[in-house]
């Protein structure tokens, strides 16, 4: 059965349900089609839609005159689970309450910002808040990936993700198999090349004002302590870690510091050398005035 109504029929049937309402509108046809929904403006509403409104430019307009209240619509199933999608006062952003709940809601905001569990920054497109916040990708294609990218505004980008049951992660530029970046599961990072960004570098060791230790202080410091001075303990990189910037100069100060002793103890060589050479010369002019005394003695005889 096909009837047609006008839109003063859907007044009628709110104020007879005990709805405040009122309707301003022009002679707009409603159509109702038995097994169908209600049409606005289509002849042969959508057999799945309660209600249909087709328009060249179709809405459907909730406006709340309470500051202190919502405007909203409720989606709900079979049981005692539902949605309520709406705008409360004159806050800017959209909410999507479960269960009407003030808890465990999403957040849409005007600039388009989505926030899960918390309103979301202004400088986040999505924000999640929780006491243990996460966002989940799993893959169920063991030849494919799961991951997400990173692009800037012009043709570069990152992916970064796992590919089936791989036990590493991968960064890949513009999506490419060479110049990866891979973390393993053990803690094992894998590069290409590996660039720290390092403290002030070790060659303030040759300056004259350097106070170099001698080797005495420096076997007193082993000797005490158990490491080199300026050098982490191993319990200490074991509970803290390294700065492998800070690690890198710090090791070219040891080498620095070593480069020094081996010019010094070169100088020493070199000095030993020319007072053994010495020490040979006169041993040589000994041995030769001993020769010449005891040919005197002998000739004296």
Known sequence: MKTTMKIAVIAM???????????????????SIEGNGIGIKTESPNRDADLHIRDSRASLFLENTNANNWA??????????????????????????????????LFLRQNGNLGIKGLPSDDADLHIRDSRASLFLENTNANNWAFFRIKGTGSNFWDIGQYGDNDYLEFRPKASSVNRIKIFQNGTLSATTFKAVSPPWADFVFKDNYDLPSL????????????????PSASEVQKNGINLG????????????????????????????????????????????????????????
Request: glycine share 4%; aromatic share 8%; hydrophobic share 35%.
């Open 13 to 31: 049937m709110a104020m007879s349900l005990g709805v405040k309402a009122q309707l301003y509108a022009p002679e707009i046809e409603v159509k």
């Open 216 to 231: 005495q202080e420096v076997e007193k410091h082993i000797k005490s302590k158990g490491h080199l001075r300026d050098i």
């Open 72 to 105: 909203f619509f409720r989606i709900k199933g079979t049981g005692s689970n539902f949605w309520d999608i709406g705008q409360y006062g004159d806050n800017d952003y959209l909410e999507f309450r479960p269960k009407a709940s003030s808890a465990n809601r």
């Open 246 to 301: 800070e690690m890198d100069a710090k090791l070219l100060q040891k080498i620095e510091e070593l480069t020094l002793y081996t010019i010094e103890q070169e100088k020493e060589i070199e000095e030993l050398k020319k007072q053994n050479s010495e020490i040979k010369e006169q041993q040589r002019k000994i041995e030769k005035l001993e020769s010449l005394v005891q040919k005197l003695l002998k000739d004296k005889n």
